[in-house]
């Protein structure tokens, strides 16, 4: 099993910026896809940016320019963060990491408990 523990979120101006960080333990060998998703009250979960073991990177068009997805790994961890900049009121969501053995994120994928990333105007 994969467990995944997000921090860094917070309340931000708008126009700020703020680095989050998810920490996945237990059976990251497993892991070849992570990502981060957001969910805004009322709204469906949409996927902000992913990157698989080999670097390759997914960043949606409504972020893209702005934030950045980044991954660290060790023998018995691995990090991914993401780096958000130029905040906007609209990118208040709570983000949630998530990890899968595929390249698509399905019903088996890992899920973090969330981070609330709160952006005033």
Known sequence: ????VESGG????SGGS??????ASGR???IYHMGWYRQ???EQR???ASITRDDRTNVADSVKGRFTISRDSTM???????????LKSEDTAVYYC???ESLLFGPDAAWGQGTQVTVSS
């Open 76 to 86: 018995n961890s691995m990090t991914v963060d993401l780096q958000m900049n130029s």
């Open 40 to 42: 805004a009250p009322g």
């Open 28 to 30: 990251v060998f497993d």
């Open 46 to 48: 949409e996927l902000v």
């Open 10 to 13: 917070g309340l931000v101006q």
């Open 1 to 4: 099993q994969v467990q995944l």
């Open 18 to 23: 703020l680095r989050l960080s998810c920490t």
């Open 98 to 100: 998530s990890g899968t």
